[in-house]
């Protein structure tokens, strides 16, 4: 299967710092990505849809301004945490897919904690 | 609206048990079907595609069926394994970007 890797695996921060998470396909392009916030025993959801070389698509209730992607490169997307408070503290996953026939790949998650 | 919904939420079984895990979507209009597991702390690992055309994937232990017209897909796991031990997720494409759709999930433990 294709390959999506994601970094940090771990990240701790203070208060008012922001954080960058890279989601990266290893061996496709990706038009697309996604970007996903887990808590504790519940389900994935949906943050953004990322877009290569235009604006990423949120969810409702994301706050854009808050959580800002960048889709530079077909096989690179950033989610920057900005200023980033102890509620921000979460597991974010991004997923890419080489195609909708080859379905999704996921990467390994990123822990932030935020103090 | 697409929604998928998984039976059992959580499932307990003694080791070795061959078992099944259930998955339901409301559209039949999908295009493919993904079932995933995660493990605490992980992210999704993908373990068998099924695409709309097909009935069944198989890969190893693990065999997925789909019956697109009673809205359904089947995970069956042979001989289970404490290392089977995580959430199960099914998942269809939906949108106009394909996002995917989860089902609700089994937490699957193994008892040894």
Not at chain 1, 81 to 105: M, N, R
Not at chain 2, 7 to 29: H, K, Q, R, W, Y
Not at chain 2, 60 to 75: C, M, P, Q, V, Y
Request: with cysteine; proline share 4%.
């Amino acid at each position: 299967g294709a390959v999506v890797s994601q970094h940090p695996s771990r990240v701790i921060c203070k208060s008012g710092t922001s954080v960058k998470i890279e989601c990266r396909s290893l061996d496709f392009q990706a038009t697309t990505m996604f970007w996903y916030r887990q808590f504790p025993k519940q389900s994935l959801m949906l943050m953004a849809t990322s877009n290569e070389g235009s604006k990423a698509t949120y969810e409702q209730g994301v706050e854009k301004d808050k959580f800002l992607i960048n889709h530079a490169s077909l096989t690179l997307s950033t989610l920057t945490v900005t200023s980033a408070h102890p509620e921000d503290s979460s597991f974010y996953i991004c997923s890419a897919s080489p195609g909708l026939q080859k379905g999704a790949f996921f990467g390994q998650g990123t822990r932030l904690t935020v103090v | 609206k697409q929604e998928v919904t998984q039976i059992p939420a959580a499932l307990s079984v003694p080791e070795g048990e061959n078992l099944v895990l259930n998955c339901s979507f409301t559209d039949s209009a999908i295009y493919n079907l993904q079932w995933f597991r995660q493990d605490p702390g992980k992210g999704l690992t993908s373990l068998l595609l099924i695409q709309s055309s097909q009935r069944e994937q198989t890969s190893g232990r693990l065999n997925a069926s789909l019956d697109k017209s009673s809205g359904r897909s089947t995970l069956y796991i042979a001989a289970s394994q404490p290392g089977d031990s995580a959430t199960y997720l099914c998942a269809v494409p939906g949108g106009a970007t394909n996002k995917l759709i989860f089902g609700t999930g089994t937490l699957l433990a193994v008892q040894p």
